[in-house]
């Protein structure tokens, strides 16, 4: 799985100001994304234990939350946030990030070439180093989705499933520690300090995508676009749903159904 994705990558190197030149050159169809030379191979099973995994759910339905408590429990685990990512290069204010941004703040998707080059860049050093994978924030459609499918396998997706309402509620009272990402709520989950990240003392901030109107355009796209990865996923038998309010519930049940999964560490 390595070496294809090394290769993909040196082929599609992923460079800052890809919106941009993706908007002055003709438009990339996803399928030429995935090389010929890769398509005509089968997707990859995965080496030893690793299982790939995904976490679904709308906007602000705690995927973050609970992929932070996945990797406190299963050490084998890196964690890919396309979110995460996106926003640093925002604040590094790279072309990607310039660009990226006016799609996040109006409330809209990243278009799917570049969430697609993106994500198989920074998966390269992840896959094939004997740790489980997990993506958070990708796929978002589903030609996301079947790009994915062109070079691996997924083995476990956990949807999660958190009523609206009380999504809007929860996005009013997040925080955030810009520089890790690190994610609080005054309701939930509030720092030591009014304001400051337990770690670093610094200050927390909201983020711009969080403004109630950007939310709503947030659950309109979750629903438009990447609510039928639910019915793509579980057609091939590896989804499972978590329905419920409370993420600290919710958690032991995805943690049993890991471990079900043959996820020990
Ligand atoms: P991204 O950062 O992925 O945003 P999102 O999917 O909208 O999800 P969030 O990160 O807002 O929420 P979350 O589910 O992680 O919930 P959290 O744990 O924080 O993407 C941002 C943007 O980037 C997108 O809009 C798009 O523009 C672009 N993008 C990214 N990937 C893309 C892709 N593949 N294709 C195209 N564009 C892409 O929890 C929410 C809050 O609830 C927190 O405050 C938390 O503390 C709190 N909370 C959690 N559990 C509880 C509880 N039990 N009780 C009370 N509060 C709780
Ligand atoms: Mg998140």
Avoid: C
Avoid at 21 to 32: C, G
Avoid at 84 to 95: A, K
Avoid at 235 to 252: A, E, H, N, R, W
């Amino acid at each position: 799985m390595r070496r294809f994705f090394s290769r993909y990558v040196t082929r599609q190197k992923f460079t800052t100001g890809a919106i941009s030149k993706l908007k002055e050159q003709p438009r990339i169809p996803v399928d030429s994304i995935i090389s010929s030379t890769t398509r005509s191979t089968t997707s990859t099973t995965h080496p030893s234990n690793e299982k790939f995994m995904l976490i679904l759910g709308k906007p602000g339905g705690g995927k973050g939350t609970i992929s932070s408590k996945i990797l406190k429990d299963f050490p084998d685990m890196e964690h890919i946030s396309t979110g995460d990512i996106l926003r640093q290069h925002v604040r590094d204010e790279t072309e990607l990030g310039k660009e990226a941004k006016e799609y996040m703040d109006h409330g809209d998707l990243v278009p799917d070439e570049v969430m697609i080059r993106l994500v198989l860049d920074y998966s390269t050093n992840s896959i094939g180093n004997g740790k489980h994978l997990l993506l958070d924030g990708f796929p978002r459609t589903i030609k996301q989705a079947a790009a994915l499918d062109e070079s691996i396998n997924v083995d476990v997706v956990v949807d999660l499933n958190i009523p609206t309402e009380i999504i809007v509620e929860r996005i009013a009272d997040r925080w955030i520690h810009a520089a890790s990402g690190r994610v609080y709520n005054y309701s939930y989950n509030p720092p030591l300090n009014h304001g400051k990240d337990d770690e670093s003392g610094e200050d927390l901030v909201q983020r711009y995508d969080d403004k109630p109107k950007t939310v709503r355009k947030r659950l309109d796209a979750y629903d438009k676009a990447t609510s039928p990865l639910i019915q793509y996923y579980e057609k091939k038998g590896v989804l499972k749903t978590f329905s419920g309010t409370m993420s600290d519930k919710i958690y032991p049940e995805v943690k049993k159904w890991l471990n079900k999964m043959g996820m020990n560490r």
